[in-house]
């Protein structure tokens, strides 16, 4: 499976849609829609595929696309019999049967044909419609001009079947090449509920995101719109510093807005660090990452992403928790009683004496990944890296360190954030790649938290509450079900304080079982 598609909750039921391989785990040319339904976003039932490549406007793939409840209509991409990427619309059969389990396609398909001077494969993913105060509907589709421009083409329609692309693009940016998997929606500037889609008011900005085909990477900016003006003026221009959801293995993620607890809820597809022969081997590939609620920072600059608040369910046995611990350089300890392969571990970290900290090095700004500042590397600091070892091995021969380390810059501090795969597993052949970022906070006036969700080969991380999220994959041989082991460290020559720590095991979700 890839990217997720079409999530949204209808009539008591939360449904995810993704895209499926249901012959193997390749990526093919025959892509279906999978769909799995929930009642807590935790636990899914497995339903029959949703949609199939099998009329002339989609006979070589149904690629990405949204659900806009009409109610329960669905944009998705098709590739048609020339090869051509449409936008086509799927309906449920029957709006009485709880988990739409048939979806009827519209026989006028496509009903979004490929722009003149677009190249065939350029033209992708419709988003979530929203209402403008003229009473008509419109969605975006990502694509790239001919002079490489990544843009989103912005659409009208008053019955969701015509559609009318308008001159002017919602967005473009030069340089960045074809965008997918675009999304498209506001939130509050002073509070953390979400916002339904078609709200627009001076109580609102919008964000429009983007993956970047070219990277790889998904990445948002925020700004204002106006529906009567049909502009997006953005508070910042896209570039690779951009800010992104998550700086590791992230990728085509998509929102919604859920009506019964009022937020706006993120997934995204995580990719494999393995090779396609390890696909074959273990029969699966590519997963859904751990919803998460977003809303904008109160510095509205950034949007904070949190697990939502059901993973408590999933909490099994005492809590785990310790507080005042200094970690002095050196220091190694590890957290007992819990199962350390499922884990859910918070810990914030208190700092003194950061006079001490040392001076920024504008250079590692040249190298994407702060390479120069992982932590294997041979001048540790004086803050950091401090932090946690998950899916560690009992002789830490496996580890993926998740840590920070802070410098000053100018009389202020730099928090950064990294993930470090180097040692996540003794095989080869498998990416092993060290991610990092900023986290902007100031540790003279906060503690610096870190929030860590792992399961067997995911390893989610929160850091800043939610400023900056890194998603890791490990493929561990050693730290493996009773054998994983979860340790906090602090490598820096300054001592830290763990001010709290809590944790807990998680108890396996149900998935992919019928309904009974």
Same mark, same amino acid.
């Given at each position: 499976?890839n990217d997720p598609n079409g999530p949204m909750y209808f009539n008591g039921i939360y ?116 209402l403008g105060e003229d009473g008509k509907w419109r969605v975006i589709v990502g694509s ?181 611990? /200094? +970690?002095? @350089?050196?220091?190694?300890? =590890? ?11 918070? %810990? #914030?970290? /208190? +700092?003194? @004496?950061?006079?001490?900290? =040392? ?11 702060? %390479? #120069?500042? /992982? ?112 340790f906090v460290f602090n490598d820096g020559i300054e001592s830290v304080l763990i001010s ?17």
């Open positions: 499976m449904h995810l849609f993704y895209q499926y391989n249901p012959t193997g785990p390749l990526f093919t040319n025959q892509m279906h829609w999978g769909h799995s339904a929930s009642y807590d976003l935790i636990n899914w039932i497995s339903l029959d595929l949703a949609l199939a490549p099998t009329d002339p406007f989609d006979t070589n793939s149904c690629w990405s696309g949204s659900a806009t409840i009409l109610p329960g209509n669905k944009l998705y991409t098709g590739i048609d019999s020339e090869n051509r990427q449409v936008q086509n619309l799927a309906v449920p059969k029957d709006l009485s049967d709880p988990y739409l389990r048939e979806w009827v396609k519209y026989t006028g398909n496509p009903v979004m044909d490929l722009p003149e001077g677009i190249q065939p494969h350029n033209f992708r993913d419709p988003t979530t419609g929203w790239e001009t001919k002079d490489k421009a990544g843009v989103a083409f912005l659409y009208h329609s008053k019955d969701f079947v015509s559609w009318t692309k308008i001159d002017s693009p919602l967005y473009e940016a030069a340089g960045t090449g074809i965008w997918e998997c675009p999304d498209f929606f506001p939130v509050w500037i002073d509070g953390k509920k979400g916002v339904e889609t078609s709200v627009m008011n001076p109580s609102v900005k919008h964000v429009l995101k983007m993956g970047l085909v070219d990277q790889g990477k998904d990445y948002y900016l925020i700004g204002n719109y106006s529906s009567e003006n049909e502009n997006y003026v953005p508070e910042n221009e896209l570039t690779l510093n951009t800010s992104r959801f998550d700086y590791g293995k992230y990728y085509a993620s998509k929102s919604f807005f859920d009506p019964v607890k009022e937020r706006r809820i993120l997934i995204a597809w995580v990719t494999e660090s393995d090779s396609e022969a390890d696909f074959e081997v273990k029969g699966w590939a590519g997963l859904q990452s751990f919803p998460r609620s977003l809303w904008l920072d109160q510095n509205q600059k950034q949007l904070i992403q949190w697990p939502i608040e059901e993973i408590e369910t999933l909490h099994e046995n005492e809590e785990v928790r310790f507080q005042d611990k /200094k +970690l002095e @350089n050196g220091s190694l300890h =590890e957290v007992v009683g819990i199962t350390a392969d499922q884990a859910d571990v918070k %810990i #914030s970290f /208190k +700092l003194s @004496n950061l006079e001490e900290a =040392e001076e920024w090095d504008p250079s590692w700004m040249d190298d994407k990944q702060f %390479i #120069s500042i /992982k932590k294997d590397a041979p001048n540790k600091g004086k803050f950091g890296p401090f932090g946690l070892l998950a899916l560690a091995s009992k002789d830490l021969t496996e580890q993926t360190a998740v840590f920070f380390r802070v410098f000053r810059n100018k009389g202020r501090y730099v928090v950064v954030m990294c993930s470090d795969q180097s040692r996540s597993s003794t095989k080869d052949g498998i990416d092993k790649s060290t991610y990092a970022a900023f986290v902007d906070i100031d540790p003279e006036k906060e503690e610096i938290s870190l929030r860590t969700l792992i399961d067997h080969s995911i390893v989610e991380s929160f850091g800043g509450g939610g400023k900056t999220c890194i998603t890791a994959r490990a493929h561990p041989t050693l730290a493996i079900g009773k054998d994983a082991r979860l709290e720590l809590s944790a807990w095991s998680l108890k396996k979700a149900v998935i992919n079982v019928e309904d009974h």
